[in-house]
């Protein structure tokens, strides 16, 4: 199981490069999904903490119960 938490941390990081990436290309060239880009660079990293987060107060009203 740890192996795949690393390994899905990587792809997380990758994907979340990436994304910085295309943002900054979109920009330069003046693309019209600039700015979809740049929401998905700010929104997707919240969603992902927010989710966390929620996980972490769910699973510990499971354990104390």
Request: aromatic share 16%; hydrophobic share 60%.
């Amino acid at each position: 199981m740890k192996k795949v938490k690393r390994i899905a941390a990587l792809l997380i990081v990758i994907f979340l490069i990436a994304m910085v990436f295309v943002t900054l290309y979109c920009a330069i060239t003046g693309s019209p999904y600039f700015m979809a880009s740049l929401f998905t660079m700010f929104a997707l990293p919240l969603l992902i903490y927010a989710y966390m987060f929620i996980y972490r107060i769910v699973k510990d009203k499971n354990e104390k119960k």
